[in-house]
């Protein structure tokens, strides 16, 4: 390496660093303060304490947790086939494209348009009318709002298995199939391992920010379904206790680590394949 | 590398190009006004007046309006409070008003450069909020209450506000997502205050909201209009302001305020201590309050006046709407918030959550 491309990675670290002090460091550490700093109490544990002898607090974190994956597990279903598939085709980038189109459109317009479709008098009620199956009520279930969450959520999960699949040297499951193995087999014992860095990705970038998803809860499960984001949203807008606030938001933090902690590779494998 | 470079260095080069044009863009609206009338700000609620009369008052005063919006009380607390803009007016709730005088945050208001405060009627004058008015000019008022399809349900039996607890709307009823709102409610079934600040009247309350459950199909912010608009559900719980909107796309709606009392809400103008243009702001206050003007504002927001002159203007169809001006033994029977403490914020917002965590 000689000097000036030494010198561009030094001043390209130093941005970056600085990025991460101000953006990443700075604001962890502000939440970290503002949690222990209790209105009238100065520093103290209490709001800790409260939140964890609290009911309803700790229902809403079971709801939060037990939401997060429903969601999560649904996108992986849908998405581990489709990202199969999209391997398979002809012209995958377009049909990749195609899935990554939605992400492009703001996330409250496509939840609007999901009142359309849902509604009394929605798409999908007239269909079911239409086919002799009556109206139901759709809007304001817990079923409309994971629909809802895991479509929101699908590209986020297809993108990284996708990339994970294609990573897969195309002569690993060739010999699999050439040694006697069935396709089941070859999809168990070979694609599915080698997949997992992709699934893992796919299953954090996924189940994190749905630990904390508001705007949904309210616009398509009516507030029947509260997670700790309306905690966190009320707490900043409504009772403006800002300390409490940081506290939730500190212990998703935490509850987001240990996902990370928990779907992360061990051991690093450098990974080969095409490119 | 190379690429990583150009591709900072483009994103810089945007950045930059980004600040020059705010920095040209303040520049050019600044000046006009230093040639010519004062730039005022107005913080108000977003769609809060009939954009004719600030583009009226510009021509006939010569100041200009900067309209800036927010769409919650406390998220303009914030702002007013971070002092990073000098507004010159601005339009908080009752408890905000009082809010915002407990933190010396507004300018107390000469009384003696005020004109048309005479319009107002006194029944808005002098409330709990802020005493003597001092400090806030009424603007707007409205209430809480029932909204209906009058297709689907007898308006008849919304009498009182224990009848939204009846068995026959279970699962039709839409409720505000508000905790001051649909506790103020229940307390008011039981013959209590809306300030209520007692542990043991709050937990009866809290008690009665939760056989609510079973008729509440969901809780809903400022969507409910659209909800009720479209026969999501058959009746809610809101404001009047937002009724009055879901009431002019579907004609089958109606809006009542039940006999045994509601909120009363008032929205005010203020001017922040930190206001740069007084001058301008008295001037627009004072524009807001000719009866002429404040009766157009009303026609077109749609929301009651306190202006008993400019209510006199309105046509008469509004004049005897009883949903919206309602008559004087209800009127006699409605109360405002008070502002409460950070304790009983809290308090209340606790029960309200622990009644929406309640699964029905």
């Known amino acids: ?275 | 590398m190379k690429k990583l470079m150009m591709a900072l260095l483009f994103v810089f080069l945007l950045i930059a190009l980004i600040l020059g044009l705010q920095w040209g863009l303040s520049v050019a609206r600044q000046q006009p006004s230093s040639q010519k009338g004062e730039t005022l700000t107005f913080y108000n609620w977003g769609d809060y007046i009939d954009p004719s009369i600030l583009s009226d008052f510009s021509k006939e005063t010569g100041y200009k309006v900067n309209y800036q919006t927010f769409d919650s009380n406390e998220a303009m607390y914030t702002k007013i409070a971070q002092g990073g803009t000098n507004y010159d007016l601005a339009v908080p709730s009752d408890y905000m008003v009082a809010k915002l005088t407990k933190a010396g945050l507004l300018a107390k208001l000469d009384k003696s450069k005020l004109t048309g405060m005479d319009h107002v009627n006194p029944q808005f004058l002098n409330q709990s909020f802020e005493r003597g008015n001092q400090y806030s000019v009424p603007y707007f008022w409205g209430t809480l209450g029932i909204l209906y399809n009058k297709t689907k349900v007898d308006g008849s039996k919304l009498q009182n506000w224990s009848s939204i607890w009846s068995e026959q709307y279970k699962k039709r009823l839409l409720l505000v997502d508000s905790a001051r709102d649909i506790l103020g409610l229940t307390l008011i079934s039981q013959g209590k205050s809306v300030n209520d600040q007692n542990k043991a009247d709050l937990a009866a309350a809290q008690g009665k909201l939760s056989s609510l459950m079973p008729n509440v199909k969901a809780i809903v912010g400022d969507e409910l209009k659209l909800y009720m608009a479209q026969g999501e559900a058959d009746l809610a719980v809101t404001y009047s302001g937002e009724a009055k909107i879901a009431m002019e796309q579907n004609k089958d709606l109606a809006y009542t305020v039940p006999k045994d009392g509601s909120n009363l809400w008032l929205d005010n103008l203020v001017i922040p201590k930190k206001a740069a243009h007084k001058k301008a702001a008295y001037a627009l206050i004072n524009y807001l309050n000719r009866p002429d003007v404040a009766a157009k504002n009303a026609d077109y927001i749609g929301y009651a006046t306190p202006n008993q002159k400019a209510y006199q203007l309105l046509p008469k169809s509004v004049k005897s709407d009883k949903a919206f001006y309602p008559e004087q033994s209800i009127l006699d029977r409605l109360q405002v918030y008070e502002n409460f403490n950070q304790y009983w914020t809290q308090t209340y917002n606790d029960a309200f959550l622990e009644f929406k965590l309640g699964k029905s």
């Open chain 1, 1 to 275: 390496m000689n000097k000036t491309k030494k010198r561009f990675t030094e001043a390209y670290l130093g941005i970056y660093g600085l990025w991460l002090l101000a953006f990443v460091v700075a604001p962890l550490l502000l939440l970290l303060i503002q949690s222990l700093n209790v209105p009238g109490q100065g520093f103290s544990l209490a709001n800790y304490r409260d939140f964890f002898t609290s009911g309803p607090y700790l229902a809403m974190t079971v709801n939060s947790i037990w939401y997060a994956f429903l969601i999560t597990v649904m996108t992986l279903a849908i998405a581990y086939p489709l990202a199969l598939c999209l391997t398979k085709l002809k012209h995958r980038q377009f049909w990749l494209l195609l899935v990554i189109l939605p992400t492009w459109i703001n996330l409250l317009l496509k939840t609007y348009a999901f009142i359309g479709l849902l509604g009394k008098d929605g798409l999908l009620n007239r269909a079911l009318e239409g086919i002799g199956f009556g109206s139901s009520q759709l809007l304001f279930t817990n079923g409309a709002f994971l629909l809802v969450a895991a479509y929101i959520e699908l590209p986020f999960m297809v993108l990284p298995i996708y990339n994970a699949l294609l990573d897969i040297d195309p002569l690993l499951p060739a010999a699999s199939r050439d040694l006697g193995a069935s396709s089941w087999e070859t999809l168990k014992k070979v694609i599915w391992p080698l997949s997992m860095p992709g699934v893992k990705t796919g299953v954090q970038t996924v189940f994190i920010p749905s630990l904390s998803l508001f705007m949904i809860t309210r616009l398509i499960g009516g507030n029947k379904v509260i997670t700790l984001g309306t905690a966190i949203e009320e707490h900043f807008l409504v009772t403006q206790n800002w300390s409490f606030g940081s506290t939730i938001g500190v212990v998703l933090i935490i509850a987001m680590a240990l996902t990370m902690a928990l779907t992360n590779d061990k051991q690093k494998k450098k990974r080969g394949g095409r490119k």
